[in-house]
């Protein structure tokens, strides 16, 4: 199996950083595409950012400029570096990915979501 754990969520004032994390463990052979989405209190769940295994993003327009997805694949791990936060973008924050697992010969392809972490933007 696997597990996906995000962090580094906060309280935050507008204008300020935060760089969330997400780490994936587990029996994994390699993770092709993974995602930052976000959803807030009666909001339906929203792509963020997404990021191919090669480094190709892609962004919502409502933080292009502000916010950047990068990944660092020997680690599992993706990351999001969130500049310029507004109130607009408090929400709960989860990490997504494309998981290739299992031992050799019984390997399996699957969609993998972590429990999320809070972002909150006020003063």
């Known amino acids: 199996q696997v597990q996906l754990v995000e962090s580094g969520g906060g309280l935050v004032q507008p204008g300020g950083s935060l760089r969330l994390s997400c780490a994936a463990s587990?029996?994994?052979?390699?993770?092709?595409?993974m995602g930052w989405y976000r959803q807030a209190p009666g909001e339906q769940r929203e792509l963020v950012a997404r990021?191919?295994?090669?480094?190709?993003?892609n962004y919502a327009a409502s933080v292009k400029g502000r916010f950047t997805i990068s990944r660092d694949n020997a680690k599992n791990t993706m990351y999001l570096q969130m500049n310029m936060l507004r109130a607009e973008d408090t929400a709960l924050y989860y990490c997504?990915?494309?998981?290739?697992?299992?031992?050799?010969?019984?390997?399996?392809?699957?969609?993998?979501w972590g429990q999320g972490t809070q972002v909150t933007v006020s003063s």
């Open positions: 997504n990915a494309d998981v290739l697992w299992g031992r050799i010969g019984s390997l399996k392809q699957s969609w993998y």
């Open positions: 587990g029996s994994i052979r390699s993770i092709n595409d």
């Open positions: 990021i191919t295994r090669g480094g190709s993003t």
